[in-house]
């Protein structure tokens, strides 16, 4: 049974960097043709695709986020990681990590941040 589970403050403060980790178990992160995605929930705004790593190591960015995101993983932790620099209240959102194997989907069960001085 594959889990995913984010892990990260719940309270940055405007200007700072969002570091966000997803912790899988059940299924090697380098599993073929497996992607491994960030998406959060803004409110009022709804669901809103951030980027993924796939298991190739290839990753991509959701171009209205991509000068502000970085995607990585540890593979030898079974780990993949978000950071979102710049963060203004309107970064305010619950956070997911999901895996994806042709259309299996598996999610975690999100993180709320809040961006606020």
């Known amino acids: 049974q594959v889990q995913l589970q984010e892990s990260g403050p719940g309270l940055v403060k405007p200007s700072q960097t969002l570091s966000l980790t997803c912790t899988v178990s059940?299924?090697?992160?380098?599993?073929?043709?497996?992607?491994w995605n960030w998406i959060r929930h803004v409110p009022g705004k709804g669901l809103e695709w951030m980027g993924k790593i796939q298991y190739d190591g290839s990753i991509h960015y959701n171009p209205s986020l991509k000068s502000r995101t970085s995607i990585s993983w540890d593979t030898s932790k079974n780990q993949f990681s978000l950071k979102l620099s710049s963060l203004t209240p309107e970064d305010t959102a619950v956070y997911y990590c999901?895996?994806?194997?042709?259309?299996?989907?598996?999610w975690g069960q999100g993180t709320q941040v809040t961006v606020s001085s």
């Open positions: 999901y895996c994806d194997y042709r259309g299996d989907e598996h």
């Open positions: 059940g299924r090697s992160i380098t599993t073929d043709y497996t992607t």
